[in-house]
């Protein structure tokens, strides 16, 4: 194994002995530089993998060493500490700028040598599971009592991580209580887990929420290894990619957004797009799909998987275009997140004036949320902003019509809308389409465009 090189570049060695004692159980070579000179001296000599760069760093900058690394050695990470966080906001206006000068993460003094430490073992590496061998499992079940909110459930027919269980993995024996069945690392027989579901009646497995992460990241990688064969159902591909999208939505609403969220969204998108792209039995599924589970997670699966056949239907339509709504589409009601949870939970016809005025800000919360997200491009804060926007002048925030609305905004606000309809009716999407064309009484508010779009991706006719 490769030894990792970490440079410690802090003029105050007052916090350094406990991390240097912790990261020299690991793996590493330790180095340290009182000023920027003999860090750059360092960095001009070897090669460094990580280097902890404090912000009050003198004779050459802390950002003058950053620069010079990042123009020496662009592999290197970079965690930078700070003295107090006024003076960090001073000096970053935003977490662009951050991102832009190759900063991974940064941390405001006092902290936790735990937390300097986890971050660079990166023990929190969304792709650590690739570090994974199996190993045979010893079969025993170990009773662990901890708080059901640190667990996360997914249904066994739809979990899949391979042959090697890429974390813990539980069941659930009463409230607060689990039942450890495999540790991270042990291969997976599918065997045990169909005698756990026939015998004792098992429906879900349970993981730390701590590891959602790695399991979003695993299962965009097989969708992605998946997406163009032909020896796996259309449905099944369908299936492994709501769940992950919910597993996604779930992160986002318990942790918050980040860039490295934002990339496991995007990626999800990619991997719907290209199973859309690949699938001429899509339409099929289109016809007989039906998810009523009517929860925010379906919800955004549903709107982005409608978006995107709108978007792959529509003549103008580039690529650039569907990277915009795949990603709008999935992030469309991240704002709902600033609204109380009774308010999250209403359907809007049982809302009053008031609490439907502040629903209607989410538009605005949404934008507000992303504005300082580098991957977050004003055409996907249109989208956001202007998914209730109705080509009739009734929708909201501006009640804006026609042409004045953002063509790709218009396409979310339909699969929006019918994403809505087919959970509150119980229906799926060919029977809800058809419903809703017949009444005559929402389709005047959508572009028609859209409309014939989506019939297209039902039917693989135009109309």
Not at 19 to 37: C, H, M, N, P, V
Not at 130 to 154: M, Q
Not at 241 to 246: A, F, L, P, Q, V
Not at 351 to 366: R, T
Request: proline content about 2%; aromatic content about 10%.
């Amino acid at each position: 194994m490769d030894i990792k090189k970490i440079l410690i570049c802090d003029p105050d060695n007052g916090w350094e002995s406990q991390i240097l004692k912790s990261l020299g159980e690991q793996a590493f070579e330790l180095l340290t530089a009182r000023s920027g000179k003999e860090a750059q001296d360092i960095i001009y000599s070897q090669e460094i993998d990580i280097i902890i760069i404090a912000l009050e760093l003198r004779d050459f900058t802390a950002i003058e060493v950053i620069k010079y690394i990042k123009y020496t050695q662009q592999k290197t990470r970079i965690i930078l500490t700070c003295k107090n966080l006024e003076t960090f906001d001073n000096t970053f206006s935003s977490d662009k700028k951050i991102a832009k000068m190759g900063i991974s993460d940064y941390l405001i003094k006092p902290f936790k040598a735990e937390k300097l430490i986890n971050l660079t073992l990166d023990k929190n590496a969304s792709d650590s599971w690739r570090n994974l061998h199996g190993k045979v499992s010893a079969n025993i079940e170990e009773e662990v009592s901890d708080l059901d909110d640190n667990f996360t459930s997914i249904e066994i027919e739809k979990f899949y991580c391979g042959n090697i269980s890429i974390f813990d993995l539980y069941l659930r024996i009463s409230r607060n209580k689990f039942l450890k069945i495999l540790n991270a690392g042990d291969f997976l027989e599918k065997e045990r887990l169909l005698h756990y579901q026939e015998s004792k009646g098992i429906e879900k497995l349970f993981f730390k929420t701590k590891d959602r992460r790695s399991y979003i990241n695993y299962m965009n990688d097989f969708l992605l290894k998946i997406s163009s064969r032909d020896d796996i159902a259309p449905n099944a591909k369908v299936a492994h990619i709501e769940s992950t999208g919910k597993k996604l939505v779930e992160e986002i609403h318990t942790n918050g957004i980040d860039k490295k969220i934002v990339e496991e969204g995007l990626a999800l998108c990619n991997n719907i797009y290209t199973t859309i792209q690949q699938d001429e039995e899509l339409s099929g599924i289109l016809k007989t799909y039906c998810d009523f589970d009517d929860t925010a997670e379906s919800h955004i699966f549903l709107t982005t998987f409608y978006s995107i056949v709108i978007t792959k239907n529509t003549s103008w339509a580039t690529q650039r275009s569907l990277e915009i709504i795949s990603l709008g589409a999935f992030l469309h009601d991240i704002g709902k997140i600033k609204l109380s949870a009774t308010l999250r939970n209403k359907k809007t016809f049982e809302m009053d004036s008031e609490q439907l005025k502040e629903y209607q800000k989410h538009c605005f919360y949404g934008v507000d949320i992303l504005k300082n997200n580098p991957l977050i491009t004003e055409p996907i804060s249109q989208v956001i902003y202007q998914h209730h926007e109705l080509i009739s002048g009734t929708g909201f925030p501006n009640k804006l019509t026609g042409s004045r609305i953002y063509p790709l905004a218009k396409i979310v606000c339909f699969a929006d809308f019918m994403a809505h309809y087919c959970a509150l009716h119980r229906l799926p999407l060919q029977s809800a389409i058809t419903e809703v064309i017949s009444q005559k009484k929402d389709i005047f508010n959508f572009e028609p465009e859209c409309v014939k779009s989506l019939i297209k991706g039902l039917t693989g006719n135009d109309c």
